[in-house]
């Protein structure tokens, strides 16, 4: 049978729940056990996928085509095991079932309610993925803040459970803020104890808390926190800031939060932790031999947590070229034809990112068109990869007026079109091209050269494709198609034969890139842009 981990959050958002729920992960893991982890969020939209990067930060696409909350990605980069729809569940997607279920009659002649009714249905979400005996350990995290209103029916769900699971195979860790007051010099226990206190006024005595702190924790302070807040010396457990998300199952591990965990489990710590590859990406990633620069293109660059994956692929690249990249953030919109060789001054390669609409588009062109004509290595995803054929038809086939029908429905050449199985789509929730497709690569390419390998498979979420009318006109003009859906035909990849590094993709490589797997075209395009620097 599975033991469940919840995962809680007090005092404020942003202490990295997600951060701490992969790092006990990886330590759990690399003793030998099969975990999983899945995030539980509050808010009543089905899934992020309607959201905003501004609100909200990238969508997380897994492989069966759910569209998830960013922290799945941490866990997926983490573990190197791939996450799925059940893993993310939302007060919407909880209510929806309910309300169908209601109108099946499934409930006929009893008043439905939060409870029973809605959390009933959050604890089998909670113990769905236990069903196959599939892990040992199941980790839960819960999105939001202890107190916050919409945050009550999952609490009272952990709530259930643990008396459910009993003390042995369920257990609640708190992650909490011990902040420093510099004028008093001090770090400050207070708040925790009234988070903790919420938590109790709810049913629920956390087992073991995690504390984000900026300065150690003494031992009068881990004494105060276990003593207020009922838990033993050894449960309380530091989480100093760390120089990267990467240090932080490092930290972990020093804290021993895997060893606490399992004794309140009572199981055995099975082996020491195999973390010797983990420790070698550390090593390459701390300790670089060379730099570059790279470019960032897009139109949400003032939220980078809107391109994470993204960054977090470059640090997977980076540390496999023992290479330290630095990203520029450009937005799309401040860039000119004009100004574009002053904007993109110093770059050793460009990515221009995926993306929606028409605002920055022209920037992305004006980039694209710039680094193809000066051979600097070029990266563009979905988004990028159709400005990119975009701007090789206005300005290398003279297709005056190429565009995409997102951002121009009744251009006369549109080298970017709608896929047919969208045309009669009319809602907007979970309808793109998602998940996971294959793809097959021509030989003799840059993205063969990447892969090792023809057949491959990646992740999507797009509405449009490349118009392979135009298929034939690009490719004599020296733009080939290397990348190709074999059922559909549709372009996957484009590569541009005389330049050193030109590759843009329909399918969101990031998405794939682990610490134990960093995406091959990622690590080919920092090679490029090494060799770009070096020349
Ligand atoms: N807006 C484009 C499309 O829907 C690209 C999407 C993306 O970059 N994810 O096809």
């Given at each position: 049978m599975s033991k469940y981990i919840f995962v809680t959050g007090g005092v404020t958002s942003s202490l990295g729940k997600g951060i701490i729920a992969a790092s006990l992960a990886k330590l759990l893991q690399a003793r030998g056990f099969k975990v999983t982890i899945q995030k539980f969020d509050p808010y009543i939209n089905i899934d992020p996928g309607t959201l905003n990067p501004y609100e909200h930060g990238e969508c997380y696409v897994t492989e069966d085509g759910a569209e998830t909350d960013l922290d799945l990605g941490h866990y997926e980069r983490f573990l190197n095991v791939p996450t799925s729809r059940a893993n993310n569940i939302t007060t919407g997607r909880i209510y929806q079932h309910v309300i169908e279920q209601e109108r099946a009659g499934a409930y006929l002649g009893k008043t439905v309610q939060v409870v029973p009714h809605i959390t009933d249905e959050i604890k089998r979400r909670m113990l769905l993925l236990g069903e196959n005996n599939e892990y040992d350990i199941i980790i839960t995290e819960l999105g939001g803040?202890?107190?916050?209103i919409e945050s009550l029916p999952f609490i009272e769900a952990v709530r259930q459970l643990r008396w459910e699971l009993g003390n042995n195979d369920s257990l609640v860790i708190h992650l909490t803020l011990v902040p420093y007051l510099a004028a008093a010099g001090e770090l400050k226990t207070k708040p925790t104890q009234h988070s903790v206190k919420t938590l109790l006024e709810y049913g629920i005595q956390p087992d073991i808390l995690v504390c984000r702190t900026e300065h150690k924790l003494t031992h009068e302070i881990r004494k105060k926190l276990a003593q207020f807040c009922n838990?033993?010396?050894?449960?309380?457990?530091e989480s100093i800031d760390a120089p990267t998300i990467y240090d932080v199952p490092l930290n972990m591990l020093k804290e021993q939060l895997d060893k606490t965990a399992l004794a309140k489990l009572k199981l055995?710590?099975?082996?020491?932790?195999?973390?010797d590859s983990w420790k070698v990406f550390l090593g390459k990633l701390k300790n670089p031999t060379n730099e570059v620069t790279i470019g960032l293109v897009g139109k949400y660059v003032e939220l980078p947590d809107a391109y994470k994956s993204i960054i977090e692929a470059f640090v997977h690249a980076g540390a496999n070229n023992e290479t330290r990249v630095k990203l520029n953030f450009i937005a799309a919109e401040s860039i000119h034809n004009e100004n574009v060789q002053e904007k993109l001054k110093g770059l050793d390669g460009v990515l221009v990112a995926p993306g929606f609409g028409e605002r920055g588009l022209d920037g992305k062109l004006a980039a694209i068109k710039y680094v193809r004509e000066n051979n600097i290595p070029f990266f563009g995803i979905c988004l990028g990869m159709q400005c990119s054929i975009i701007e090789f038809g206005r300005n290398?086939?003279?297709?005056?007026?190429?565009?995409s029908t997102e951002m121009?429905?009744?251009?006369?050449?549109?080298?970017i079109n709608l896929m047919d199985d969208q045309k009669d789509v009319t809602d907007k929730g979970g309808t793109m091209r998602l998940g996971a497709y294959d793809c097959e690569l021509k030989k003799g390419t840059k993205a063969f050269a990447s892969y090792g390998k023809t057949k491959i498979s990646e992740r999507h979420r797009h509405r449009y494709e490349f118009n392979n009318d135009y298929l034939k006109q690009y490719e004599e003009a020296g733009?080939?198609?290397?990348?190709?859906?074999?059922?559909?035909?549709?372009?996957e990849i484009v590569e541009i034969k005389n330049h050193p590094f030109y590759i843009a993709t329909q399918f969101h490589p990031e998405l794939k890139s682990t610490v134990a797997n960093p995406h091959p075209l990622f690590v080919s395009f920092v090679a490029a842009s090494l060799a770009n620097k070096n020349c």
């Open positions: 803040t202890v107190g916050d838990v033993n010396i050894n449960a309380v457990v055995s710590t099975k082996n020491d932790p195999n973390l290398v086939l003279g297709l005056a007026d190429a565009n121009a429905p009744e251009t006369q050449n549109p080298v733009m080939i198609a290397t990348g190709i859906n074999p059922i559909t035909g549709l372009v």
